[in-house]
């Protein structure tokens, strides 16, 4: 009852936030004023906020601030033992390739971490790099959904807004307002925030003490979490008791890491003037979060052919504030959504229990996805969906207004096809290395499903692990690098292309013939396509991995 409860409350509160929060990133979205710490901004980085960019000028953009972050954090990791608020071990140092690997992940709003953060990172570069890429990598994704909604909304040009405005009202209307009053709230539910940089006593249930490094960790865990972003300040992540101390707290974390995400079909439902398609797009993300919730909870409950039978008992890996059913809510949003967080171990999951991990991630992360990137992904597989009913009727297809021809479809399949390329290729490299295959700590399916956990992860940008793989690697660093960085903006470069192509349409009347996108065919027409596609894709793999464990 008490886990019925912990989800039914958490499904309401985010029914009550979708319509003012989504009307609210409407109206930031939508207006034409600009406050005066904005245009301070624009004059400080040369840009004229009424100008208007089109897709080509959009995603360059998009590019070159992301290359800027990249180098910035890059030299900042390099060269953090010479910075202040450093660790007290004067030694502590990145090497070039986990630099690298780092810097791409915060950027990408991946956020993997192939480190451990409190005895790796400094204070500086946890605020001053790391937190500062929480923000403006989140932002990043809102702008991109936004200029594609703009691609449904506008007729007949060749303009999708202004990126950099976009970014600026992304980050000071939306993301530091309540990354603030959410870092309040966590530091009243016991969170810590300090600059102690020598280590701190905590009091232990059982009566002994234990020395911790402390930090500002509040503020940092309400961006992680509000962003889809998902690294922590400390290695075990959100089931630290610094981070995430109380089962409240806990509840607080997945409504933070869903509610961006849940809101924006809302605000897609205003920009192309019909709430109905918005209401349609958050019934598919529902849907499929429902589904999945409900699957992963069952399999950890159940003791046959898990990884938990070993031990005797489903609470392996598991903390003992959430227990079982809390964090099987937990870990199936922050893969169903770009966050990755985790209050506890995915390794020790279920064979079927991590097997929807990863399948929360195959579908795209879509339901309801990143900040951003999960409503322009489930836009895209709108369009493929549309695509396909119009084959079966033997119609060229349309949606809101705008049809799907052989340019924009192209679009969608590029977009769809780089993930699965980037995450099986990987893995069947890394597998076929013996080098690499010794850094897996298990062998047979569990060990391939550590693999292809860990390129699913990184390239559909989540930033969760198995955690039973040696990464810290010059190989792993490097391939999931390149995975990460692919997975993340070449999707972006199709979304926008994809944009710039409707944006040029006008717009076709509805017709006897047009399919209605709003009614619940339309939502189990989505939902349907989303799975079959992935499971047309990932099977194979997912046999040789968690399935096979299952049925070992």
């Known amino acids: 009852m008490a886990a019925f409860l912990f989800t039914a409350s958490l499904v309401i509160a985010l029914a009550v936030a979708y319509r003012p929060l989504g009307d609210y990133m409407y109206r930031v979205y939508s207006g034409t004023k600009h406050s005066r710490v ?47 608020l450093h660790l007290t071990n004067p030694g502590t140092k990145t090497t070039p390739d986990l630099s690298w690997n780092t810097a791409i992940s915060f950027v990408t709003n991946t956020n993997w971490q192939a480190y451990s953060g409190e005895s790796t990172m400094g204070h500086l570069v946890q605020m001053a790099g790391l937190a500062v890429q929480n923000f403006v990598s989140a932002a990043v994704g809102i702008a991109v959904a936004i200029a594609l909604v703009r691609g449904f909304a506008r007729k007949r040009t060749g303009d999708l807004g202004n990126f950099w405005v976009d970014l600026v009202r992304g980050i000071l209307r939306i993301l530091l307002p309540i990354a603030f009053v959410a870092a ?5 539910g016991g969170a810590i925030e300090n600059f102690h940089l020598h280590t701190q006593v905590a009091h232990t249930l059982a009566g002994g003490t234990q020395t911790i490094t402390g930090g500002p960790v509040a503020s940092q865990e309400a961006i992680k979490e509000l962003g ?27 409504f933070l890491l869903l509610v961006i995400s849940f809101a924006l079909p ?47 008992a489903s609470m392996e890996g598991v903390e003992t504030r959430f227990g079982v059913a809390n964090s099987a809510t937990f870990a199936t949003a922050t893969t169903l959504t770009s966050t990755g967080a985790v209050n506890s171990f995915h390794d020790s999951y279920t064979s079927l229990g991590g097997m929807m991990t990863m399948f929360n991630m195959q579908l ?3 339901a309801p996805g990143g900040t951003g990137s999960g409503l322009y992904g489930m836009l895209i597989l709108a369009v493929i969906t549309v695509f396909v009913a119009g084959l079966m009727v033997g119609r060229t297809p349309e949606y ?4 799907i021809s052989a340019r924009e479809i192209k679009f969608a399949s590029a977009y769809f096809l780089i993930t699965p390329t980037l995450v099986l290729l990987g893995t069947a490299v890394a597998m076929a290395l013996p080098g690499q295959r010794a850094g897996m700590l298990n062998s047979g399916p569990h060990g391939l499903s550590e ?9 559909n940008n989540n930033g969760s692990a198995f955690a039973g793989i040696s990464v810290n690697t010059v190989w792993y660093n490097t391939a999931l690098g390149l995975a990460m960085v692919l997975g993340r903006f070449l999707p972006m470069i199709f979304v926008l292309a994809l944009a710039g192509s409707l944006a040029r349409q006008g717009t076709t009347p509805v017709s006897a013939g047009t399919l209605p996108t709003h009614r619940p065919q339309f939502v189990g027409m989505v939902a349907g396509v989303t799975v079959i596609l992935v499971a047309l894709t990932f099977l194979p793999a997912l046999a040789l991995g968690p399935l096979a464990e299952g049925i070992h």
């Open 184 to 188: 309040l709230i966590l530091i009243a």
């Open 400 to 403: 809101l207004g705008k049809k």
């Open 451 to 459: 693999v292809l956990y860990a390129f699913t992860s990184a390239s």
């Open 364 to 366: 795209g992360e879509v």
């Open 38 to 84: 904005e245009r301070v901004i624009y004059r400080t980085i040369g840009v004229k906020p009424e100008s208007e960019q089109t897709w080509g000028v959009y995603a360059r953009s998009v590019l070159a601030f992301s290359l800027v972050c990249v180098l910035f954090l890059y030299g900042l990791l390099r060269l953090q033992q010479y910075l202040p």
């Open 228 to 254: 889809t972003n998902g690294g922590g300040f400390y290695n075990a992540n959100s089931a630290h008791p610094f981070e995430n101390p109380t089962t409240w707290t806990n509840w607080f974390e997945i």
């Open 266 to 312: 809302r605000t897609f439902g205003r920009m192309v003037g019909s709430n109905k398609q918005g209401y349609a797009i958050v019934a598919v993300m529902a849907t499929l979060a429902i589904l999945s919730v409900s699957i992963m909870s069952w399999t950890q409950l159940q003791h046959h052919g898990t990884v938990p039978t070993a031990v005797g």
